[in-house]
């Protein structure tokens, strides 16, 4: 049964539409039931008396201004067509043994399982603990609690559906902010998409026109006109490129990209192959120590390895660059570090670094940063982690940044 419900989970994971697609039905069920100013609990169990008690037990009961609205079910098979035609039930009662030995059991899978329903808060009674053992019970079949019937005193009740209804209230509220931030992602998208297509082409073709006709803009009459054209095409050079940055910024991160257990490497080693002529050019040197596997996405790393490398590279005058890669773990987290014996960033320039279209002339790294360091910012942060850098001027930059332990 666990590898059955391990191998559901994971691919409910892998289906984000289909999730989301339920995820939206709970939150329309919610504002429905939020409108009836009631909190809906199922009670599933196949003794009238425990039906009684509990609606005589929680009567006033309360929460956030609503009170408690009870649906009752005598058996397995009742509880789920019950719990089908009301998915916004926020906790369900559940007695194990019924029809059959496990009929509560087979409830609670098909809710979590079947119906892939993961918000409402399943609270399980049983008279008899010792045909479902507590551990294997909450650990198989995702139950939020797990109650002997003795010892649900009033006082007790009323505290356990407190807690619940606190957790089922929460986890609504980080599904509807999940559904605005995938909203607010996928515009985004549409935005860099828009730049790609709608924005880029035009204007490439008017750097195209700028290239030709620069050459002959110095015989143009009056010079005032021609000084105009020159100062034209340096804007129109300035928006290419910013442009371009903006798209290479909104291609990464993307919200449904996957995560994998990655050897890094391997994903240096393609950066050194992707780098090679800015190696051999500069006479570069890696040192790089034995790196750890990661749960990341495989093409984001090559980008951030990517970045960083070839900053060290870039930002390094007078002397042939030695770079250094090494990683500990560190709290729950490995800690990466790339370091570089190049120009250094002064310590004022550091908080804004990774900021987009960072711009700062007073030293080189800062000057040429561009949208390269906030790539790397966002991919560390979509991964959970962060990034930061030690400095001194004239002997070079340390970037830090972290990725979680893989469970």
């Not at 009961?61 to 009870?70: A, K």
């Not at 606190?166 to 998409?193: F, K, P």
């Amino acid at each position: 049964m666990t590898d059955v419900y391990n191998k559901t989970q994971h691919k409910m994971a892998e289906n984000d539409d289909l999730i989301l697609a339920s995820e939206h039905n709970i939150l329309l069920d919610q504002s429905a039931t939020s409108e009836n100013n009631t909190w809906k609990i199922l009670i599933v169990d196949d003794e009238e008396e425990i039906h009684v008690v509990t609606r005589l037990a929680l009567h006033d009961f309360s929460f956030g201004g609503r009170n408690l609205e009870f649906v009752s079910a005598y058996s397995g098979q009742q509880a789920r067509k019950l719990i089908q035609e009301n998915p916004d039930a926020a906790i369900i009662l559940l007695d194990v043994v019924m029809e059959t030995d496990d009929a509560g059991l087979e409830v609670a899978r098909y809710i979590r399982q079947e119906l892939g329903n993961h918000f409402v808060r399943i609270i399980l009674r049983t008279g008899q603990p010792g045909l479902a053992p507590e551990r294997r019970v909450l650990k198989v079949y995702d139950i939020n609690d797990y109650r002997a019937k003795t010892e649900l005193t009033q006082d007790r009740l009323f505290s356990v559906i407190y807690t619940a209804l606190s957790s089922y209230r929460d986890l609504i509220a980080l599904a509807r902010n999940r559904h605005q931030l995938i909203g607010l992602v996928n515009e985004i998208e549409q935005l860099s998409h828009l730049a790609a297509r709608d924005l880029q082409m035009p204007l490439n073709n008017v750097v195209s026109i700028m290239r030709r006709v620069e050459g002959q803009a110095k015989d143009i009459s009056p010079p005032a006109l021609a000084e105009d054209l020159l100062d034209v095409r340096e804007n129109v050079y300035a928006m290419q490129s910013a442009l371009n940055k903006l798209v290479a910024l909104t291609s990464v991160g993307r919200f449904n990209e996957s995560r994998e257990l990655v050897d890094c490497n391997a994903i240096v080693s393609d950066v050194l192959i992707d780098l090679d002529n800015i190696f051999q050019s500069s006479h570069a040197n890696l040192h790089c120590e034995t790196l750890p596997k990661v749960f990341a996405c495989r093409r984001q790393l090559v980008q951030l390895f990517k970045n960083l490398i070839s900053n060290a590279i870039v930002f390094t005058e007078g002397r042939e660059p030695e770079i250094y890669i090494n990683a500990m773990t560190h709290e729950r987290n490995w800690l990466f570090s790339v370091s570089d014996t190049g120009v250094g960033i002064r310590p004022e320039n550091h908080s804004g670094l990774f900021n987009l279209f960072h711009r700062n002339h007073s030293d080189g790294a800062a000057e040429n940063s561009g949208v390269g360091l906030a790539i790397c910012e966002k991919i560390v942060r979509w991964h959970g982690g962060k990034i930061w850098l030690e400095s001194e001027v004239g002997k070079g930059s340390t970037f830090y940044f972290t990725i979680p332990l893989a469970e």
